[in-house]
């Protein structure tokens, strides 16, 4: 008797650590939803998706790229290669 009330005590918590796993889980999404929401103009940190707005060597106008570096000048990787623009000739991808 002792084991299976042990392993009963042991399924109840099972489902209550999943329950509070799966809420969790939903605050995470939430707040990742609002910070992808909340991007400002400009402003790009490691790992934002961009538009280049600028033509140059590597890449043309509407090409997209992830931002690798921000400085005073962004370095954006585009089509496997790494590029340099001003804040202004890149805007946040949707």
Known sequence: ???????EN?????????????ELTRQVQQLQLK????????????GDRVIILSRGLIGKVGDKGIVTSVGKRVRVKVQGQHTNRAHKNLKHDQ
């Open 1 to 7: 008797m002792n084991n299976n009330t042990s392993v």
């Open 10 to 22: 042991l399924t109840k918590e099972l489902r209550e650590l999943k329950t509070t796993v799966q």
């Open 35 to 46: 910070s992808e929401a909340d991007k400002v103009p400009g402003i790009f940190e490691i």
